[in-house]
């Protein structure tokens, strides 16, 4: 005998579900997928809905936060190895919290980036987020960046990065994760590109990151 679905109890169970164990119906599959079910990473069908979305992007609402700011062009290419650093440091982070999802590192991003705005103007106001884990990876980037700013300082021959700067490169990096990720709650299509940019961050999960900038 057919199944229906655990989900609407109305369709036919046709799609095995690796999230639930179980089958469930197409239709709960496409709705549910990364808002109330928490696909793994290699799910035939998370996979193949990836591959349409990247076909397909997705506008950003004209309220997104940070949209209005006008960004120097090439300046990820300027300081490329910063954004690097940066973008590993997220994909280390994840690879220790599998919760992690896209919103998360957003969020941190987006209250970082606000910090340096603030502090570019002169003024030193911070806003970190209020959820743990957000807050956790705030906290981890915000130091990072602050040893990063000391060992330029500490070297005569490297001109230290400006407030600005940083915060350019962040509201970059926020902008990338946006246009990466596809809005669903717990979509992980941002982390997974990191992930794939940096593979080792899998490898170093208990070590601190060596990485210096130059």
Do not use: W
Not at 20 to 43: L, N, Q, W, Y
Not at 63 to 83: C, F, G, M, N, Y
Not at 144 to 165: P, T
């Amino acid at each position: 005998m057919s199944r229906s679905c655990p989900i609407c109890g109305k369709r036919k169970a046709s799609r095995f579900c690796p999230a639930k164990g179980e089958k469930i119906c197409a239709v709960c599959c496409g709705t549910e997928r990364e808002v109330t079910i928490d696909c793994p990473a290699d799910c035939a069908y998370l996979l193949a809905a990836h591959r349409y979305e990247s076909e397909h992007p997705r506008n950003l609402p004209p309220d997104t936060a940070l949209l209005d700011e006008t960004i120097p062009k090439h300046i990820s290419q300027a300081h490329e190895q910063l954004v690097a650093a940066l973008a590993f440091s997220i994909a280390k982070f994840c690879a220790e919290r599998p919760a992690a999802v896209d919103s998360d590192i957003l969020s941190a991003l987006e209250a970082l980036a606000q910090t340096y705005k603030t502090l570019s103007s002169g003024i030193i106001y911070e806003l970190p987020p209020q959820a743990p884990l957000k807050r956790e990876l705030y906290a981890a980037l915000s130091a990072f960046l602050d040893e990063i700013k000391k060992q330029r300082a500490e070297r005569a021959a490297s001109a230290a990065f400006k407030d600005i700067e940083v915060f350019h490169l962040l509201v970059s990096l926020y902008r990338m994760g946006l246009l990466r990720s596809n809005g669903r709650p717990r979509s992980r299509l941002f982390i997974e590109f990191l992930r794939g940019q940096f593979r080792q961050a899998r490898e170093l999960q208990r070590e601190p990151s060596r990485i210096i900038i130059p």
